[in-house]
């Protein structure tokens, strides 16, 4: 197994030189100049030649590129055009907050979704399974943003159940170390923080988790009803084996692989950012930032932080490897 990681860690290396070199293509493929965003109205042509000599984007572009890759290997990432800040510094302010709420709507996803799609299998055809794929087919046709703000509608402003914006609220007097609100508040045991800030997730994270929940409901549901069908399912089952034993011994493990797939890729995507949903809820994490670094054409930001999902991205594949091997021996690798 530990084999397995490192090679699969020596992969990464590769793949993020391939992605360095169409991502460095791609931001100055965009239209626009990074240097006449900066100035705004005061892009005079002298200003605009000062920018751009003083960044290096008047260099010829083999230049720009060996010389990211030098600050790569040093671990610099670059500094935004817009205010000079490291680009790491950005990424450790921002992340936290899109993480916190990736999690949250995964589990809510995998948590929810799951057995939903197992019960659906098991009573194909009913009233159940019926709910549950017209419900998972309302869940991809909704757009997060209408759901977004019906939510925020609903439970922030009309019933006053949940509050309606922020990661937490202004007058709690929290102490951040990690700069993950629920986390903090555990770790430094000020419970008030750590519920307020767990309050704020609730109705962002049930918006981002409607998609993945459809997806997984709908994988799982035909994982489980293509496994159901398998003679050795009905062979378990003519032995005199009780319900409970053949489903967790023989069904849901051996439909659990496509599952564990799609819910691999779903965490990728929540992890690269929800702009939508963190704009609506004003969370400030970094699907948002790097919407306005898109209309900023500030080259280092999207360079730093689209590296830095991609490493993300190659390692929650990694655990989907090894969850594999866990699930089902046939393919564990030496």
Known sequence: MLRFVLRRLGLLVPVLIGLSV??????????????RALLGERATPEAVARVREAYGFDDPL???YFRY?????RGD???????????????LEKFPATAELAIAALLIAVVVGVPLGYLAARNQGRLLDTAVVSGSLLGVATPVFFLAILLKLVFATWLGWLPSSLRQDVTIDATHVTNFYVL???LTREWDAAVNAVAHLI?????????????IVRITRASVAEVMNEDFVRTAESKGLSRRVVSRRHVLRNALLPVVTTIGLQAGLLFSGAVLTETVFGLQGIG???????????YPVLQGYILFIAIIYSLINLLVDLAYGVIDPRVRVS
């Open 22 to 35: 169409l991502l460095f293509a791609w931001v100055r493929a965009l239209p626009g100049d990074p240097a």
């Open 62 to 64: 083999w230049q720009q």
């Open 69 to 73: 890759v030098g600050s790569l290997l």
């Open 77 to 91: 990432f670059g500094s935004s055009v817009r205010d000079n800040r490291p680009v790491v510094d950005t990424f």
């Open 184 to 186: 903090d508040g555990i």
């Open 203 to 215: 109705l962002p994270s049930i918006a981002l988790a409607t998609i993945p929940l459809a997806i």
């Open 288 to 298: 948002q930032y790097l919407f306005e670094a898109i209309g900023r054409r500030d």
